[in-house]
């Protein structure tokens, strides 16, 4: 309960008192519209996640918040040129004739595997893989969401529907880094190479 604290008013005490009501109205409006959830600022904008399940658990910062200003971004291919971690993965892109398509308008998620993750593989994985076009653009494609996945959408499912149209169990997901803003969607760093089964 808000208490009014009148005082002596030399003169006009009705615009005093009339300008006294106003004033706690417009408090308590912005007071409900902060209630109600009006004012909060959106959940991502670029600030590390707080903990959450799975492998996503430990130390998953996130990147940009993507919007409107996105689009007038970098592409995906071109996200993962300017990090430097990629070369693998750009390689791989270029052997399965991918980069077309990540560079188009999308929108994409790409959950991109670092060099490190590819060195994860088996030895001579990775070889048999680039000699195998089909099989190269079928694991690639098991890293490709056709549509724009935040972090939280991500947590609140069980699987992701891949651009191979096979499903993706979000708990075999080990990002690193989430929610990193491209023009045409959005790349999810993981370490790990995703196998898909079958």
């Given at each position: 309960?808000?208490?009014?604290?009148?005082t002596a008013v030399p003169a006009r005490p009705a615009a005093f008192l009339l300008l006294s009501v106003i004033a706690l109205a417009l408090y308590g409006g912005v007071a409900e519209a902060r209630n109600c959830g009006m004012m909060k600022p959106p959940m991502f904008m670029g600030m590390?996640?707080?903990p959450m399940p799975f492998p996503m658990q430990y130390g998953m910062p996130t990147g940009?918040?993507?919007?409107?200003?996105?689009?007038?971004?970098?592409?995906?291919?071109?996200?993962?040129?300017r990090s430097g971690e990629f070369s693998t993965l750009l390689a791989a892109i270029d052997a399965a004739g991918?980069?077309?398509?990540?560079?188009?308008?999308?929108?994409?998620?790409?959950?991109a595997p670092t060099d490190a993750a590819f060195k994860k593989l088996p030895e001579g994985a990775l070889e048999e893989l680039l000699a195998d076009k089909a099989k190269l653009?079928?694991?690639?494609?098991y890293h490709l969401v056709p549509k724009r996945v935040t972090a939280v959408e991500i947590l609140s499912s069980r699987t992701l529907e891949t651009a191979t149209g096979q499903e993706l169990p979000t708990v075999d997901l080990s990002v690193i880094r989430a929610d990193i803003a491209a023009r045409n969607g959005v790349v999810d760093i993981v370490d790990t190479v995703l196998l898909p089964t079958g």
């Open positions: 309960m808000r208490t009014l604290i009148t590390p996640m707080s940009a918040a993507y919007g409107p200003a996105a689009k007038a971004g970098p592409s995906v291919v071109a996200v993962l040129k991918l980069a077309g398509l990540l560079e188009g308008d999308g929108p994409f998620t790409l959950f653009t079928a694991l690639l494609k």
